[in-house]
C-alpha cells in the first residue's frame, strides 16, 4: 500500500513538473533567435532528453504495477480485475453502476479529421476508441473519445464477489472500457487507449513589477485550465495512425507525447481502499502532543519562561494552532501578525485570526500568492480575511515571500511583550502530518525585535534603515551573512582549530554558496549536507569535494526542514530557515533563519542531524551523476532515522513531562 502510495507522489509530481518545467521549456522553443542566442542551452535538445528519461520512468513504473504491486496485493486478497475476468453477476452489476452513476458524465465525441476539435480539460482521463461502423462494409476505422468521469465519482469501483474474503477492485477506465458498445451502438469497438492532456499552468508573472498584482493572478488563473498543451499522455500500446490522427487534431508536436502504461492520473492511488488491511501499511506513528504547551496552565508564560522547539509530524501541530486560538481570546493581546504561503484548505488557525478581529485584535495577514499551485486557496483565504476585517497585505511583486512567522504582541504589566513562531514549514494544518519540520516558539527579545522588523517591511514595502544582527533574512544580506559563515570555518581550519558545518536543505544549486563550500573543502573543513531534492554540489571528489558527504533521505514524511549548523570554534552557530540554498531563495525572495540559543535545544537539534547521519536504511549516498545509491550499514544496528527520530522524541517528551 505504501508503495502504491509513492508511486501516487511521483505521478503528482511528474504532472507539476510537466505543467510548469517543461511548459516553460516549450515557451522558449517558441522564441525568437535573439531570446535562444543568450540562452546557454539548447531547449529542443534539453526537452529531447527530458522525455527520454521521462519515457525510461514510465516504463519502470509500469512494470512496478504491473509485475509486482498488482500480484502481491492478490496474494493478500486484494484483486484489481479488467472486464474480460468479470463473471455474469459482476458484468451486470458494473452495467447497471455505468448506467446509473456515469453515462451522464462520458461526453462520448466522433473524430472526423479536421472537421471536429475536441476540448480536452486539463488532466482529464479520456478513452480514445478506434471502431468501426456496422451499417458499412469494409469501412475504414473511426475515432471517438469518451471522457472517464473519475471526477463525479471515485477512480476505484469495489465490486461484489461470491467469496467475502476477496476484496476485488476495477478502475473506472476499464468500468467505461466494458461500456462502451452502450454508448456507440452503431459501432464495432475495435479496441481503447487512454489518454490524458497536461496544459500549461505556468503563470508567468514572476518577473512582473507593476500594475495590480493580483488582478493579474486571478485573470492568469481562470486561463490555468484552457492553456496550452504541455503534454499528452497516451497508452504506450496505441497505433500508430492513431496516435498521428490525435496529435494533428489536437494540435501537438513530437515534443508534446509521453507515452505512458494503461493508466494516467496514477496520483489517484492516494485514494485507493486498504480494506482495513494496515499490516499492508506503515506502522502508525501518532503525532506526539508537546504537553509543556498543550498542557500549560499559562500557554505564553510557557514560552516566557523558555524557548519550546516543535518537530512536526513527529510532535503534535496542536500548540502552533492553540498559540492562534489562546491569543484570539486573550484580552491581554493586542496584534496578531502572520506570513501564510500555504495553508489547508480548512484551518483553524485561519478562523482564529477572524475570531481574532471580533474580540478587537489588530490582526495583520501577509499573503503570498505566488505560491505555484495555492494561488487560488490563498486568494480566497484573503478575501475572507478581509471580509473579517484582517488588515491583508498581498505579493510583492518582483519577489516571493517565502518567509514562516508569526507574532503576537500581549500587554504585560503596562508594557509590551512580543512572542513569535519561526518555523521551517508552512501554516498548514495538513502538510504538518507528512511533513518533517522544525518550529521555535520564543518570548527572546532580541530575536522578536527583527520579527517586528521584517513585518514592518512586509507591510510598508520600505527598506529604510532596517538592519538585523541576529536572523538572517532574505534581501537583507543573507547570501552574504551565509558566506561569512562559511569564510569563518575555512579561517578556523587554516588557524588549526576543528572547522565543520552541517547542513540540512532540500535543494542547493547556487554556484557561489557551491563554490565556497568546494573551497571549505579544500582547507579542510568537514562538511555534512543532507539535501533531499535538487543536489548540483558533487561530493567526494579528491582535490575539490573531498571533505563534503552528501547523502538524501526519502522515507514516509517528506524531509522538509532546512537547518544549518557551524561548529565556530566549539560554539556551534545553529540556524532554523524556510531557505534553501537556491538563487530562487537567497537572491529572489524573503526567506528567514532563526538562531537557536537554547543549550538544551541546540543540543537536541544535534541529536536529531545526528540520527540522520546514522540512517542507514533510507539514506542514499551523493556522489555520482545519476547513481544514488544507498548507503552501507556502518555500524552494528540498522538506523531507519524517521522511526528513531519519532522514539527518540517521545523519549524526550516523556521527560519533560515527568
Not at 108 to 124: M, Q, T
Not at 323 to 332: I, M, R
Request: proline letters at 4%; charged letters at 25%; a positive charge.
Amino acid at each position: 500500500m505504501e508503495r502504491l502510495k509513492f508511486l501516487a507522489i511521483y505521478s503528482n509530481n511528474l504532472d507539476e513538473f510537466f505543467r510548469v518545467r517543461v511548459a516553460n521549456h516549450r515557451t522558449l522553443l517558441r522564441a525568437g533567435k535573439k531570446t535562444k542566442k543568450v540562452l546557454d542551452f539548447q531547449p529542443e535538445r534539453l526537452l529531447q532528453k527530458l522525455l527520454r528519461i521521462v519515457k525510461e520512468q514510465q516504463e519502470e513504473f509500469s512494470y512496478i504495477f504491473e509485475e509486482l504491486i498488482v500480484p502481491k496485493l492478490s496474494n493478500h486478497g486484494i484483486h484489481i480485475i479488467r472486464r474480460l475476468e468479470l463473471d455474469d453477476y459482476q458484468k451486470e452489476f458494473v452495467e447497471n453502476y455505468f448506467a446509473d452513476e456515469l453515462l451522464p458524465f462520458v461526453q462520448p465525441v466522433l473524430l472526423h479529421g479536421n472537421k471536429i476539435k475536441p476540448f480536452l480539460s486539463n488532466r482529464a482521463l479520456y478513452l480514445a476508441i478506434l471502431l468501426k461502423d456496422k451499417a458499412v462494409d469494409n469501412p475504414p476505422p473511426d475515432y471517438a473519445i469518451v471522457k472517464i468521469p473519475s471526477d463525479h465519482v471515485g477512480r476505484f469501483l469495489i465490486i461484489p464477489n461470491k467469496n467475502e474474503s476477496i476484496k476485488t477492485i476495477m478502475l473506472l477506465d476499464d468500468v467505461v472500457r466494458h461500456s462502451l458498445n452502450l454508448i456507440f451502438p452503431g459501432y464495432d469497438i475495435i479496441d481503447s487507449y487512454s489518454i490524458k492532456l497536461t496544459r500549461d499552468a505556468e503563470l508567468y508573472i514572476d518577473d512582473e513589477f507593476s500594475g495590480d498584482l493580483i488582478t493579474k493572478i486571478k485573470k492568469s488563473l481562470t486561463k490555468r485550465h484552457i492553456g496550452p498543451a504541455s503534454r499528452l499522455v497516451y497508452d504506450r500500446n496505441i497505433p500508430k495512425h492513431f496516435l498521428d490522427f490525435l496529435t494533428q487534431v489536437l494540435e501537438l508536436a513530437n515534443y508534446d507525447l509521453l507515452p505512458e502504461g494503461r493508466y494516467h492520473n496514477n496520483s489517484d492511488f492516494f485514494s485507493f481502499p486498504s480494506f482495513k488491511k494496515d499490516y499492508l501499511l506503515n506502522i502508525d506513528l501518532p503525532p506526539i502532543p508537546y504537553k509543556p504547551l498543550e498542557m500549560a496552565p499559562d500557554f505564553f508564560g510557557a514560552i516566557r519562561e523558555k524557548d519550546h522547539l516543535l518537530n512536526q509530524p513527529y510532535h503534535s501541530y496542536e500548540s502552533v494552532v492553540r498559540f492562534f486560538e489562546k491569543a484570539a481570546v486573550d484580552p491581554q493581546v493586542t496584534h496578531i501578525k502572520i506570513v501564510q504561503y500555504r495553508v489547508s484548505k480548512k484551518s483553524r488557525i485561519m478562523n482564529a485570526l477572524s475570531k481574532a478581529v471580533e474580540q478587537g485584535k489588530s490582526v495583520t495577514a501577509f499573503i503570498e500568492v505566488k505560491a505555484r499551485f495555492d494561488e487560488e486557496n490563498n486568494l480566497i483565504w484573503g478575501e475572507f480575511l478581509e471580509k473579517a476585517g484582517v488588515q491583508v497585505y498581498y505579493s510583492m511583486p518582483g519577489l516571493k515571500v517565502h518567509s514562516k512567522m508569526a507574532m503576537v504582541r500581549r500587554i504585560e504589566d503596562t508594557k509590551p511583550t512580543i512572542y513569535s513562531y519561526l518555523s521551517t514549514g508552512n501554516f498548514h494544518e495538513d502538510t504538518s502530518k507528512i511533513y518533517t519540520d522544525l518550529g521555535l516558539f520564543t518570548a527572546r527579545v532580541k530575536i522578536n525585535s527583527e520579527v517586528t522588523r521584517v513585518f514592518s517591511y512586509l507591510e510598508t514595502k520600505k527598506r529604510g534603515d532596517i538592519s538585523f544582527k541576529h536572523l538572517l533574512v532574505g534581501q537583507f544580506g543573507l547570501k552574504q551573512n551565509l558566506l561569512k559563515l562559511i569564510a569563518q570555518e575555512i579561517q578556523n581550519a587554516i588557524d588549526g582549530f576543528p572547522a565543520s558545518i552541517i547542513l540540512k536543505i532540500n535543494s542547493i544549486e547556487d554556484q557561489d554558496m557551491i563554490n565556497a563550500l568546494y573551497q571549505a573543502s579544500q582547507k579542510g573543513v568537514k562538511i555534512t549536507l543532507i539535501c533531499r531534492g535538487i543536489c548540483s554540489l558533487v561530493a567526494g571528489v579528491p582535490g575539490i569535494s573531498e571533505n563534503i558527504t552528501a547523502f538524501s533521505i526519502v522515507d514516509r514524511f517528506l524531509e522538509h526542514s532546512r537547518i544549518y549548523v557551524f561548529e565556530n570554534k566549539g560554539n556551534e552557530k545553529i540556524y532554523l530557515s524556510s531557505a534553501d540554498w537556491m538563487v530562487r531563495n537567497l537572491e529572489h525572495r524573503i526567506e528567514t533563519a532563526v538562531p537557536i540559543y537554547d543549550p538544551e535545544l541546540k543540543y537536541m537539534i544535534k541529536v536529531l542531524l545526528q540520527i540522520q547521519i546514522n540512517d542507514s536504511i533510507k539514506s542514499r549516498s551523493l556522489r555520482h551523476k545519476e547513481i544514488n545509491k544507498y548507503r552501507e550499514l556502518t555500524g552494528d544496528l540498522a538506523v531507519r532515522s524517521q522511526v528513531e527520530t519519532y522514539y527518540y522524541i517521545k523519549r524526550l517528551t516523556e521527560r519533560l513531562t515527568q
